[in-house]
């Protein structure tokens, strides 16, 4: 996420992501703890285009599924699971086909609506050192509401400001 709290710019353009250096062992974490993916239309629609867009560059396998509100009109995609219900039976179904691991949502809207609902056990935020100024905010209410506290519950390393862990409090 960008230090304005943008997770992709404007038209979904993560190419800010290519100056952005890290400890390449959260990857190598990530890869090892995630069972199951869930992703947006819009994703599901860009991998469809060019199916070597592939999570943690093509290091990780397993389950991935699309929530859409329109199934019907999902083309079939090599790997990929179109959900049309709900968005807690979407997360029964990654957290079943997870096999005990972790289920990653890849999407601001669903991860958004996720937190809205209590579905999201942590919020694993890796800080990059960009301002943005527009696209795709992380998470992303329009007018006003409650807000959405966090308790930090850890990070990457234990000195780390970058890569941070958050519960939300319910």
Not at 86 to 107: C, F, N, P
Request: proline fraction near 6%.
């Amino acid at each position: 996420m960008s230090l304005d709290g943008y997770v992709a710019g404007p038209n979904d353009d993560m190419s800010f992501l290519e100056h952005v250096t890290g400890d390449e062992s959260i990857i190598d974490r990530y890869v090892e703890e995630t069972g199951a993916i869930i992703a947006g239309r819009r994703s599901y629609d860009a991998y469809a285009e060019d199916p070597s867009m592939k999570p943690y560059g093509g290091s990780w396998s397993g389950r991935q599924f699309v929530l859409t509100h329109h199934p019907e009109d999902a083309r079939p995609v090599e790997g990929w699971t179109v959900l049309g219900g709900t968005l807690a039976q979407a997360v029964d179904t990654a957290l079943d086909a997870a096999r005990g691991k972790a289920v990653e949502i890849h999407s601001a809207n669903i991860a958004s609506q996720a937190i809205d609902a209590g579905l999201v056990d942590e919020i694993h935020v890796h800080i990059a050192p960009v301002i943005l100024g527009q696209g795709v905010r992380f998470f992303d209410r329009p007018g006003p509401g409650p807000q959405v506290l966090l308790e930090r519950v850890g990070a990457a390393r234990p000195s780390d400001e970058v890569d941070l862990i958050f519960t939300p409090r319910r």
